[in-house]
């Protein structure tokens, strides 16, 4: 009944649809982004970069359903997305499911190393589907291994007040340079160190980032808190979203204060100053998602739950021979 094909140029428009279709269909419209056909010309461009595959569910010629998966070699864990068509009666999406696990699932054996016990993380669109989706391929929906929720804070008329004494905010709108691209770079590594295992950015690697960054998402804005010896003592990145209801939002991609900087609230003026660019921009309000283990963090300044969550579930890879 389904066929799978490589997802190619001429399936583009028809998957920014269906990302569209799904979201909208689960209530969230107004928390995630359109997804355009230059998006997911993008994905498959990455695809060929960093390996992977990006494969279409076909019901006769319309595409009803998406699965992207890729495999760590280093660590021999498959990552799998799935992606299925809301409109479809229960029986119909339950089987493109289960197609598109057995794809997965050959897509990665013999090339992951993970034991039957981790083989596979599955995201599941987002947790409105976990349900569907977990009857079908026998994975119990409250066993999400990484969930994300989103939060939300309301833009805000004007700039943040009550810097301590000599510190001051800079709003970048171009790709920082010069000696605050260094400083930016050194303040992520200290902020983010103790939080995730990674290869230090160097100044070349954060001008890389940035000057991407910038051209990918016109109206992106990194904004810094400089310590009185000038010194950068926090930094946060946001770039300007359109949902698919249409409204205007900001994405708080990066929020970090070094730790000898922590306890004066820079997190609090950091965000403020986003909200503050939002105002300015049109944005009604700033999200950003985070894991349930630090969302607290978010919280202490100014945001709230939405309520939408992303889950990943680790599971055998065995549930995908289904």
């Known amino acids: 009944m389904f066929k799978i094909a490589p997802a190619t140029s001429e399936h583009v428009v028809e998957a920014a649809r269906l990302y569209n279709r799904v979201y909208e269909a689960y209530g969230i419209a107004c928390y995630v982004e359109k997804v355009k056909s230059e998006d997911i010309e993008s994905a498959l461009k990455e695809m060929e970069r960093y390996g992977g595959e990006l494969v279409v569910l076909l019901l006769s010629e319309l595409v009803v359903g998406l699965a992207r998966a890729r495999v760590a070699e280093d660590i021999g864990l498959g990552r799998v997305l799935i992606i299925v068509d809301p409109s479809l009666p229960d029986p119909l999406a339950a089987e493109a499911y289960r197609t598109l696990a057995r794809w997965a699932y050959r897509l ?3 090339r992951s190393g993970a034991s039957e016990l981790v083989g596979v993380a599955l995201g599941i ?32 008329p004007g700039p943040p007040h009550g810097l ?12 920082p340079k010069g000696g605050i691209l260094e400083g930016i770079a050194d303040a992520i590594n200290d902020a983010f160190d103790e939080y995730l295992d990674y290869e230090p950015w160097d100044a070349e690697d954060a ?12 109206g992106t804005v990194v904004a810094t808190v400089l310590s009185p010896g000038g010194e950068v003592a926090g930094v946060a990145v946001a770039y300007p979203v359109e949902t698919i209801c249409g409204e205007s939002i900001l994405y708080l991609s990066l929020l970090g204060v070094r730790r ?31 894991e349930p283990e630090v969302d607290k963090i978010y919280y202490r300044v100014g945001f709230n739950p939405t309520g939408t969550w992303w889950a ?5 890879r065995s549930i995908f021979n289904v």
Request: avoid cysteine; glycine fraction near 10%.
């Open 260 to 290: 000898e900087f922590r306890g004066l609230g820079l997190g609090r003026k950091l965000v403020d100053a986003v909200r503050w660019y939002a105002f300015r921009q049109g944005a009604s309000r700033v999200i950003v998602d985070s």
């Open 207 to 218: 001008d890389s980032h940035f000057k991407d960054l910038y051209r990918r998402r016109p």
């Open 108 to 110: 990665v054996e013999g």
């Open 125 to 156: 669109a987002w947790r409105h589907t976990h349900l569907l989706a977990s009857n079908t391929l026998g994975i119990s929906p409250g066993e999400a291994g990484i969930a994300y929720i989103m939060l939300e804070a309301p833009a805000l």
């Open 312 to 316: 990943y579930t680790l599971v055998p």
């Open 164 to 175: 301590p004494e000599g510190f001051r905010l800079e709003m970048l709108t171009e790709p």
